[in-house]
């Protein structure tokens, strides 16, 4: 199984920081990296695919980047609906795996 | 818009079957664009995929993928005349115990897109 590292698992930030969330897979997995966000009580919205793609109505200040192994979600600049935990899940082969996420908080 | 509801019983005993269902609106479960995935939540715990199956309108049903780690315990079925798909998990223990989701998996973007809120199964006697 492809192994995923989340650091941190949780950050203290301020409302305008920019904050920065990595990604390590235990194996090649190219640009096969997808990002979510997950608040409580609601379900996990996509936010990035194939590593650097933004998805449709997600606001420009989350940006995605790597491939191979080492990858990076970044936050520009935090909003207050950006308080949530972020996962990253490789979908390079079976069993899709998913990184233990970064809980992103005051 | 495509969206997808978890439900079942919120409780199983251990060594029982734990069953649920997803209904899937705004889109027909037949369409060949997506599978039709399980992704689960132990308490305090990360993301786990639990499989998922593509329904090709075969006489079959289609494929599925399951996680090795629920050892064959696990199965994922569609039915088209409600719409819905289906998780059953025999042999069910404390350790199954989790906010289980669903979720569509685009063929063409490939990830998981959108989800369910989730249905918390715990396993007690």
């Known amino acids: 199984d492809i192994q995923m590292t989340q650091s941190p698992s949780s950050a203290s930030a301020y409302v305008g920081d920019r904050v920065t969330i990595s990604c390590r897979a235990s194996?090649?997995?190219?640009?096969?990296l997808l990002w979510y966000q997950h608040k409580p009580g609601k379900a996990p919205d996509l936010l990035i695919s194939s590593a650097s793609r933004l998805q449709n109505g997600v606001p420009s200040r989350f940006s995605g980047s790597g491939y191979g192994t080492d990858f990076t979600l970044t936050i520009s600049s935090l909003q207050p609906e950006d308080f949530a935990t972020y996962y990253c899940?490789?979908?390079?082969?079976?069993?899709?795996?998913f990184g233990g996420g970064t809980k992103v908080e005051i | 818009q495509l969206q997808l509801q978890e439900s079942g019983p919120g409780l199983a005993k251990p060594s029982e079957t734990l069953s649920l269902t997803c209904t899937v609106s705004?889109?027909?479960?037949?369409?060949?664009?997506?599978?039709w995935g399980w992704i689960r939540q132990p308490p305090g715990k990360g993301l786990e995929w639990i499989g998922d199956?593509?329904?090709?309108?075969?006489?079959?049903?289609?494929?599925?993928n399951y996680n090795p780690s629920l050892k064959g315990r696990v199965a994922i079925s569609v039915d088209t005349s409600k719409n819905h798909f289906s998780l059953r998990l025999s042999s069910v223990t404390a350790a199954d115990t989790a906010l289980y989701y669903c979720?569509?998996?685009?063929?063409?973007?490939?990830?998981?897109?959108?989800w369910g809120r989730g249905a918390l199964v715990s396993v007690s006697s």
């Open positions: 979720a569509t998996w685009s063929r063409s973007i490939g990830s998981f897109d959108p």
């Open positions: 899940q490789q979908a390079s082969s079976f069993p899709l795996t």
């Open positions: 705004g889109d027909s479960i037949s369409s060949t664009s997506y599978s």
């Open positions: 199956m593509y329904y090709d309108g075969t006489t079959n049903g289609g494929s599925t």
């Open positions: 194996q090649d997995i190219r640009s096969w």
